[in-house]
């Protein structure tokens, strides 16, 4: 007790609290009470949700259509031997690259590289075919190319393999790949397709948008042209659309209004699509067909590069009774050249 | 010695704070024994949780919300900001449980001089706030932690698993109709066990040293106007006052206002009247704020991040979701799930069949003690949705009936599934081994069922004939409630078997493409199966 208060005496200084230190102390609290309300006001959730049930607004792809024409071919058929030489005489079929790719213009070219497969088995787009038309783009003055595609194997191998990463390379083109971040969702008033998730990076700079497709056999939907070629542009869950195929790929016709879809039939793969293997699945068939209407050029490809009866192949059919594109090829306006 | 009784003693205010603290205790355990179907009518049982500031505060990091009654919590920061941590010693059941067992084990027998040693600030007593730190810092990562050590998530989730079961062990169908487990409750039992048990070292080791709760409403203290006051003219220096501190808050030498209890009990042991709680008392004579060095506070940061980052880098939220992570009706999807579970558990002691369990490693180490459904030991009651309704923070949303079941106005949407039942023909009866069976039709409640049959004659073994009935599933009906996998006379491993994927809480864990039970219901009508 006694070795205690050394304070007996005049309290020390700081023993009371100054007015200026009161209203400070009193006003950091009430702050504090009332910034905590209010915060917790700002951020209250009064009302549950159903989760999975949220309604999700998705944008839509507007159409990157030219304009219709009532001269020029809509649909061209080009026969050679070289893919840059038959490439070139089909787009002079159809009027020129220039119809299409004005000066300025960023286009996005969507091949197909699914499938981490060399060139020579025909599963992906050829590298020879991507050089031939990102060549026309530029010589119609395109200021860019975009590549991007989602394939089903892990997109840095498939482009590299398929040989597209060199082309992007040596060309200067823009190779996009599917990232985390590339994809926001999509609304369409599809068949089935209703809400999904897609690949929309490369649309956020593109004006001009070319599908560049390989002709293939598929397993399940019995071909893969330029229509089944925008699959490559959703992601999420897309294995799940192999259980209503043939309303999903007619649904890309309305998803999709490209300026411009190429196929390549240069060589095409006959059987064991879409993945192929053997090069004896692979047949020359030395064409392009290429055109504004999708459903068009699928049409010829399936007929005269598969080899097969358009009767069973009920997509297309599907497109063409909603009025996306025109089964009947030869009731179009076409031309069939020889490069 | 004869015992003076002094009527004035009964309005101490260690006593009006022990009554406050029977009370609060015994409403805690009221509201636990009554989160049953059959006593619930309606009482707020998750009051404590959506009082608790850090349940508030932490999901309203990970969800940019504050859900529903977790505005509650503004009602404790108030007193907190006047007074101090009133909550840790008035109100808070877990801290009542330490306070009380620590008495009842501890040193009260001791020597006067132990005791206040025992009751000296250590820096130990730091560590609370680089936990609180680090459960912040996951938080900001993207995964709400707080339920690991959070007072009223850890009691209730004790209660739940362990403490009731118990009861139910030892007194048969005093707390449940028929026994109920949990799996892996030894693992929270030990750590109860532990947890009160280190009362005897440390008395209030938990509240002292590890409690989140507590150095969250110890940083709020930092600023509040009531604190204790020496008068260091009357002070004697004779520790006294140390001698049922339960904070350990130094009220003999400069005040450690983030570690006061304000119990008020070195107010009453002081010989010398020196104590007060005061409005406003100079700063001088304290320690204001909590004593975390800036390296520790770095390190709990670092902590809690890579938490987050190696949990979620292990892949059992995204693509390597195990097919065991069914999670209860109404749930949000997976990494939103992780963001609002604080693993209280009060989902699992509401369930009417015991299907929900605490997680052990199936979501990850994120996802500890969360709940998920084995429908080995229960079902998924088709007409309920108690789990929903008790969950504090929103991981199960408070949906309706007719949302679950989507019926009514909710036709269109379809209900929730949890998952999707595979049957198992190798294990089937009437698939391998030519016996009659379809107990899983017969209990599918949905209408019309998800399970359907087809009769068959088969050549026995023998050489007779019999027929049976063979069953199929329609994924697009199945809700995943596993009342087949529970009914199913397989018991050990059910010849049919939920798991997540089909789940609607998730797009990416959908298995239809249309998601479309609604279309498969119009199919049906069509097809006027």
């Known amino acids: 007790m006694s070795a205690s208060n050394q304070n007996d005496a005049a309290p020390l200084p700081g023993d009371s609290v100054s007015r200026r230190e009161f209203l400070l102390r009193l006003g950091v609290t009430g702050a504090l009470i009332a910034g905590s309300g209010l915060a917790a006001r700002a951020l209250w959730q009064p009302k549950h949700f159903v989760p999975g049930f949220e309604k999700v607004k998705g944008a839509q792809l507007r159409s990157y259509a030219p304009a219709v024409s009532k001269v020029l071919p809509s649909l061209a058929i080009a026969h050679g031997t070289a893919h840059e030489a038959t490439i070139r005489a089909a787009m002079t079929a159809l009027g020129g690259m220039d119809r299409f790719i004005q000066n300025g213009d960023v286009v996005m070219i969507k091949p197909n590289v699914a499938f981490d497969r060399p060139p020579a088995l025909a599963a992906t787009t050829h590298p020879d075919a991507l050089r031939a038309v990102a060549k026309l783009c530029f010589e119609a003055g395109a200021h860019k190319v975009i590549i991007a595609d989602n394939p089903i194997n892990s997109p840095t191998g498939c482009f590299l393999k398929s040989g597209l990463t060199t082309v992007a390379a040596e060309m200067n083109l823009d190779l996009m790949y599917p990232e985390t971040n590339s994809f926001a969702p999509l609304s ?102 290429a055109g504004t209407d999708m459903i068009a050029v699928d049409a010829y490809g399936y007929e005269h590069l598969l080899e097969r009866d358009i009767a069973e192949l009920t997509y297309l059919h599907k497109a063409n009774d909603r009025g996306l594109g025109n089964i009947n090829w030869k009731d179009t306006l076409y031309k069939e050249v020889q490069a | 010695m004869k015992l003076k ?59 940019h ?132 048990g280190m009362n005897v070292l440390i008395p209030r080791f938990f509240c002292r040293v590890l409690c989140p709760l507590g150095a969250f409403l110890g940083t709020l203290s930092s600023v509040a106007l009531w604190r204790i006051d020496r008068d260091t003219t009357k002070c004697v220096d004779c520790d006294l006052c ?20 304000v119990c008020f009990n070195c107010i009453e042991d002081c010989p010398e009247d020196a104590l007060s709680f005061k409005f406003m008392p100079p700063l001088k004579r304290e320690v204001t704020a909590p004593v975390v060095p800036g390296r520790r506070a770095f390190l709990g940061t670092l902590i ?104 009514g106005p909710f036709a269109k949407e379809g209900p929730i599934k949890l998952g999707t039942a595979f049957f198992d023909r190798g294990r089937c009866l009437p698939w391998a081994m030519e016996t009659p069976c379809v107990v899983c039709e017969e209990v599918c409640p949905v209408s019309p069922k998800a399970i359907f049959s087809r009769e068959v004659t088969i050549i026995k073994r023998d050489g007779n004939p019999i027929t049976l009935r063979q069953p199929y599933m ?41 998601g479309g039970v609604t279309s498969a219901v119009n199919e049906l009508e069509k097809r006027q199966r």
Not at chain 2, 18 to 32: C, G, H, K, N
Not at chain 2, 122 to 146: D, E
Not at chain 2, 355 to 384: D, H, R, Y
Not at chain 2, 475 to 499: K, S
């Open chain 1, 188 to 289: 369409l008033d599809g068949e089935i397709l209703k809400e999904w998730t897609f690949f929309n990076t490369p649309f956020k700079k593109a004006n001009k948008v070319i599908g560049l497709a390989p002709c293939k056999d598929h397993n399940l939907c019995h071909a893969s042209m330029t229509t089944k070629n925008w699959y490559g542009l959703l992601g999420g869950r897309r294995n799940q659309f192999h259980q209503h195929i043939h309303s999903i790929v007619s649904d890309f016709a309305l998803m999709m209004k490209p300026t411009l879809v190429i196929l390549d039939g240069m060589n095409v793969l006959m059987s064991n699509g879409p993945t192929g293997g053997r090069l004896s699945d692979v047949k020359p068939m030395n064409t392009i067909v």
């Open chain 2, 65 to 196: 919300t504050v859900y529903m009654g977790l505005m509650w919590s503004l009602l404790l920061i108030l007193p907190t900001l006047l007074f101090g941590r009133i909550f840790c010693n008035w109100i808070c059941p877990y801290g009542i449980l330490h306070h009380f067992t620590g008495w009842l084990l501890g040193k009260r027998r001791a020597e006067e001089r132990e005791r206040i040693e025992a009751n000296r600030y250590k820096k130990l007593y730091s560590l609370k706030y680089v936990i609180l730190i680090a459960m912040i810092a996951a938080a900001i990562g993207g995964t709400l932690q707080i339920g690991w050590l959070d007072p009223i998530c850890l009691f209730h989730r004790s209660m739940s698993t362990v403490i009731l079961p118990m009861i139910n062990l030892f007194v048969p169908s005093s707390i449940y109709v028929r026994q109920y487990f949990h799996v892996g409750a030894w693992v929270i039992g030990f750590l109860l066990l532990f947890l009160v």
């Open chain 2, 242 to 261: 140390l001698k049922s501190c339960e904070g350990a808050s130094d009220p003999q030498t400069q005040l450690r206002k983030s570690e006061c209890f």
């Open chain 2, 474 to 514: 329609d994924p697009a009906l199945c809700i995943g409630c596993g009342i087949c996998e529970h009914e199913c006379p397989v018991t050990d491993e059910a010849a049919i078997r939920v798991t997540a994927i089909g789940e609607t809480r998730s797009r990416d864990r959908r298995l239809l493409m249309d």
């Open chain 2, 304 to 407: 809690g991040l890579g938490f987050y980052a190696f949990g979620r880098t292990s892949g059992a939220s995204a693509r390597n979701y195990d097919k065991k992570v069914i999670r209860p009706p109404g749930s949000v999807e997976e990494i939103d799930f992780l963001d609002r579970c604080i693993k209280c558990d009060q989902c699992i002691r509401v369930c009417p069949t015991n299907v929900l369990q605490p997680a052990l490693m199936e979501s990850g180490l994120e996802g500890i003690w969360t709940p998920i459904l084995n429908m080995k030991i229960g079902f998924c009651e088709v007409n309920c949705t108690l789990c929903g309704e008790v969950c504090p923070t929103g991981a199960i949303q408070r949906v309706s009936i007719e949302e679950k079941t989507g019926t």
């Open chain 2, 5 to 63: 009784f002094n009527p004035q003693d009964l309005l101490k205010l260690r006593n009006v704070r022990r009554v406050a603290q029977v009370f609060f205790f015994t409403l805690f355990l009221f509201f636990v024994f009554v989160t049953d179907l059959r006593y619930l009518k309606g009482y707020p049982v998750s009051l404590y949780l959506e009082l608790d500031p850090l349940v508030a505060f932490a999901t309203a990091i990970t969800t």
